[in-house]
Nanobody, 128 residues
Framework: QVQLVESGGGLVQAGNSLRLSCVHSLYTGSGYQLAWFRQPQGKEEAFIGAIQWSDRSGGFTYYADSVKDRFTISRDNGKNTMYLQMNSLKPEDTAVYYC??????????????????WGQGTQVTVSS
C-alpha cells in the first residue's frame, strides 16, 4: 500500500522560509506523479505544484501561478522524498499542506481527483 507522509510544517513569521518534505512509497522505477496542495481553513484545496518523473523521460515540474515565484518543488528519488521549499512566506500561505501521489502521469495534474494517494497533511502557519 502506497503511503505518503508529510513533515516540516510549523509556525513561521512572514518573510521567512520553510521546507516541507513528503516521503512516499511510490515505485520510482516506472514513474510517478506527486503534487502539493494546500487547504486554508474553511476553503477548498488549492493546487501548488506537481512533479512528474520517469527514468525514461526525466522530470517535469509544474506550478500554480500564485506561488511559482516563491515556491520550489524538488525530489530525491534515492530517499523517495519530494520537497516543497517555500520562501518569502505570507500570512495568506497559512493552510494545511498535503502531499498527493499517483503511480501514473495524469493530464490534469492540478486536480485533486487525479491523485489516488494522500498524506495526512501538515499545518503551516505564517504570522504577520
Amino acid at each position: 500500500q502506497v503511503q505518503l507522509v508529510e513533515s516540516g510544517g510549523g509556525l513561521v513569521q512572514a518573510g521567512n522560509s520553510l521546507r516541507l518534505s513528503c516521503v512516499h512509497s511510490l515505485y520510482t522505477g516506472s514513474g510517478y506523479q506527486l503534487a502539493w496542495f494546500r487547504q486554508p481553513q474553511g476553503k477548498e484545496e488549492a493546487f501548488i505544484g506537481a512533479i512528474q518523473w520517469s527514468d525514461r523521460s526525466g522530470g517535469f515540474t509544474y506550478y500554480a501561478d500564485s506561488v511559482k515565484d516563491r515556491f520550489t518543488i524538488s525530489r530525491d528519488n534515492g530517499k523517495n522524498t519530494m520537497y516543497l521549499q517555500m520562501n518569502s512566506l505570507k500570512p495568506e500561505d497559512t493552510a494545511v499542506y498535503y502531499c498527493a501521489g499517483s503511480s501514473e502521469w495524469e493530464d490534469y495534474y492540478d486536480r485533486p481527483s487525479s491523485y489516488k494517494y494522500w498524506g495526512q497533511g501538515t499545518q503551516v502557519t505564517v504570522s504577520s
